[in-house]
């Protein structure tokens, strides 16, 4: 097994994206400075789920093999081309007494989309041969390419219902935010393990589960 090798895969696999907490910073931003988020922080609020997906895709490897007697060590680079694309939204609402003589409606909304279409690994790869067989097992860090587009919603009504003379006003206010980051970078780490059999002077052929997380404003990860 000593020295270079490359090869091509298919791939398929599952997604998972974490939107739970993806718009905290833009609704942070939108109520900085306003006395309701101090109080009762609702940037803070979880408004969205998570969203899982599955795909196809297709890309290469390229590796160096070191090997002494059966044990082999690599360091090798993995790329795949797919399209795992997920999407939610959602909202809350509350009701509370502040300030004093007024009633505060708060509404917060917020929706999220990622679209990964560009993903690997750069991995240090070990195995044991046995025969024509070997077995391994690998970690390393995470790569990718993504489309993130967020945005966040928040009005606020403040109605008066105290008993001033002259009566205080109740007015009201809305605020919007996006943020849109495509062809965004995004990084974390790998795991996995696999098997390569060798065919035939050199050829071999691969099966291999791989775990990429990534580790973004979407928590994402990743099993082909």
């Given at each position: 097994w000593q020295g270079a090798y490359f090869g091509a895969h298919a791939s398929y696999g599952a997604a998972d994206m974490d939107f739970t907490n993806s718009g905290q910073d833009l609704l942070a931003k939108l109520l900085n400075n306003v006395d309701v988020q101090a109080q009762f922080n609702i940037s803070s609020w979880p408004l969205q789920s998570t969203a899982h997906m599955q795909s196809s895709g297709y890309g290469g490897f390229v590796g160096y093999n070191w090997q002494w007697t059966d044990a082999v060590v690599a360091i090798e680079l993995n790329y795949t081309h797919g399209n795992f694309?997920?999407?939610?939204?959602?909202?809350?609402?509350?009701?509370?007494?502040?300030?004093?003589?007024?009633?505060?409606?708060?509404?917060?909304?917020?929706?999220?989309?990622?679209?990964v279409t560009d993903y690997g690994s750069l991995r240090v790869r070990g195995g044991y041969a046995i025969d024509n067989w070997l077995p391994y097992g690998f970690a390393g860090i995470a790569m990718g390419q993504a489309n993130i587009n967020r945005r966040a919603d928040v009005a606020l009504d403040y109605n008066y219902?105290?008993?001033?003379?002259?009566?205080?006003?109740?007015?009201?206010?809305?605020?919007?935010?996006?943020?849109?980051?495509?062809?965004?970078?995004?990084?974390?780490?790998?795991?996995?393990?696999?098997?390569?059999?060798?065919l035939y002077a050199g050829l071999f052929f691969r099966a291999e589960w791989e775990y990429l997380r990534f580790l973004t404003k979407v928590d994402t990860t990743i099993n082909t």
């Amino acid at each position: 097994w000593q020295g270079a090798y490359f090869g091509a895969h298919a791939s398929y696999g599952a997604a998972d994206m974490d939107f739970t907490n993806s718009g905290q910073d833009l609704l942070a931003k939108l109520l900085n400075n306003v006395d309701v988020q101090a109080q009762f922080n609702i940037s803070s609020w979880p408004l969205q789920s998570t969203a899982h997906m599955q795909s196809s895709g297709y890309g290469g490897f390229v590796g160096y093999n070191w090997q002494w007697t059966d044990a082999v060590v690599a360091i090798e680079l993995n790329y795949t081309h797919g399209n795992f694309f997920g999407s939610n939204s959602g909202a809350q609402g509350r009701t509370f007494q502040y300030p004093t003589n007024y009633v505060t409606t708060a509404i917060a909304s917020s929706s999220s989309y990622m679209k990964v279409t560009d993903y690997g690994s750069l991995r240090v790869r070990g195995g044991y041969a046995i025969d024509n067989w070997l077995p391994y097992g690998f970690a390393g860090i995470a790569m990718g390419q993504a489309n993130i587009n967020r945005r966040a919603d928040v009005a606020l009504d403040y109605n008066y219902v105290g008993t001033a003379i002259p009566a205080l006003p109740s007015y009201s206010a809305a605020y919007s935010l996006t943020d849109n980051a495509n062809a965004h970078f995004i990084s974390g780490f790998a795991g996995g393990v696999g098997v390569d059999v060798m065919l035939y002077a050199g050829l071999f052929f691969r099966a291999e589960w791989e775990y990429l997380r990534f580790l973004t404003k979407v928590d994402t990860t990743i099993n082909t």
